[in-house]
């Protein structure tokens, strides 16, 4: 019987157009790929598992068939719940270092979905249109991802006011059965193998302009849509590079060479209120955060565990200040799951019934989160030191006849030299692979630009609460009476 993950395979062999290396490339059968797609059919086969498919799937209502439940729209904290150990077991399963396997974008189709209503008076055939969308996302398992930037040209330049046609996708024509639009985005993770990409402008615009004010859900195999590759990171060695085997989300731009997109699609067009508040909206945005927040806790415990790992393996971890550093990254993870948890703990049910996490715990996980993984990464770095380098450049079972030099000199303190080995090649391909700058990047940049997702914290914020405080202490202080 074919699975949800042979499915998968199978509906990539669509005619999408993949650039890797100048060539034109079938993900299905392509090197770079084949360690991930592997990763990934596992994780979708866990909806046809009998053993696992209640803990990260749910009953569609329409088919009778398990679907993911980052479709799930949560009604109560047992939902919430559901949701968030459906985000954990994926989480897991890849220690973390998958963030885009459709569960953030599935998780804002859901919000949008749930507030359906709301958008109607941007677009009265909005309810509908997104009500469509959901059901056959959901029901065909597809994957979705987002590009919300464009390309990094000129970035001086406002959508709607440059005359450089090249620097904001557009619309450039209507049609009886949709619209064309040309230009770029980047980066659309995940897109090789995504089935649609989530397009919205990234700068809140002024005008109700029908040239760039759109919100769309394009199928990637759309004829005229390039997506081009970055190079790849995959190994086809777990034994060196664990991670890179299994691991390697690629990232991809996207080129919309004149792509008409069906009407069916087009969710918002000349609305620039409406595009904002999409952009914007609660439920959209904390389903979705929620599940950032899951994986990043996954990734933070993993990257505690091989610190600590590596600490032990050498004898350090009885330095007080090795100790101080790993007390460092059990503080990150303990500060996200208390966040998680306060997150959960506060949800509310809006107005439109649904179970929205509290925004402000997940919006401060996210944002400690870009400086907590390059800092880990940094602790990981001083405590493996030179034993990063240390290193055969292979596994001592596979070094031939220098294997008992290297199982007298590869060795930790109470590990045999074949489990240090393994565990420092870990390390590196965490810190020092093009996998690990990678990921140390996207830690950094995935939620948009630190800059600005720091100071939306401070601008969101009821500031009041902290201010009145003050002056009320001052005025105690005037009057004598504090
Ligand atoms: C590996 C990786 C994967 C990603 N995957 C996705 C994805 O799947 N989907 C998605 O939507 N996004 C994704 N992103 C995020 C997105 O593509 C951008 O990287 C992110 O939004 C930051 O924009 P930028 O990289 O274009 O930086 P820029 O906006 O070009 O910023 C560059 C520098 O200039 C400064 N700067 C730029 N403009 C201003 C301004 N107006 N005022 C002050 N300072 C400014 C910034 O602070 C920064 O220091 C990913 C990012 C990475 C690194």
Known sequence: MQTHGDRLLESLRDGRTVWLDGEKV????????????????????????????????????????????????????????KRREAFEYWARATRGMMSRLSEYARSLVTGWYASREAFRRFDPQFPDKISRY????????????????????????????????????????????????R????????????????????QRLVRDDPTYAHMLIVPLNSPGLHII??????????????????????????VFDDVLVPWERVFLLGQAEGVWFAHTHQPFNQLANHQTVVRLLAKLEFVAGVAVAVAQAVGVDGFLHVQEKLGELITQVETVRGLLAAAEGRAECNEEGVFVPAKVPLQTARNLGLSYYPRAMDILQQIAAGGLIQLPSTTV??????QPLLQRYFRGAEVPAEDRVRLF???????????????????????????RTYAAQYVNDDHRRLTEEVWRFLESIKEGTA
């Open 26 to 81: 079938d993900v299905t059968r392509h090197p770079a790929f084949r360690g991930t797609l592997r990763t990934v059919k596992e994780l979708f086969d866990t909806l046809s598992r009998e053993d696992v498919r209640d803990r990260v799937g749910f009953v569609s209502p329409r088919t009778g068939q398990y679907v993911h439940r980052a479709f799930l729209v949560p009604r109560s904290p047992g939902d919430l719940k």
């Open 134 to 181: 959901y059901e056959s996302a959901r029901d065909g398992d597809r994957i979705v991802t987002t590009a919300i930037l464009d390309p990094q040209i000129d970035r001086r330049q406002k959508v709607g006011e440059s005359s450089d046609p090249d620097l904001f996708l557009r619309v450039v024509r209507r049609t009886e059965d949709g619209i064309v639009v």
């Open 183 to 202: 230009g770029a985005k980047m980066i659309a993770t995940g897109a090789p193998y995504a089935h649609d990409v989530i397009l919205t402008p990234h």
């Open 229 to 254: 590759c970055r190079e790849s990171f995959a190994s086809e060695d777990p034994d060196r590079h664990p991670l890179s085997a299994l691991y390697d989300e690629m990232d991809a731009v996207l």
């Open 397 to 402: 079972e596979r070094s031939g006849e220098i």
């Open 425 to 451: 090649l870990l390390a590196w391909d965490l810190v020092g692979s093009p996998l690990g700058s990678r990921h140390e990047l996207y830690e950094r940049f995935y939620s948009g630009d630190p800059l």
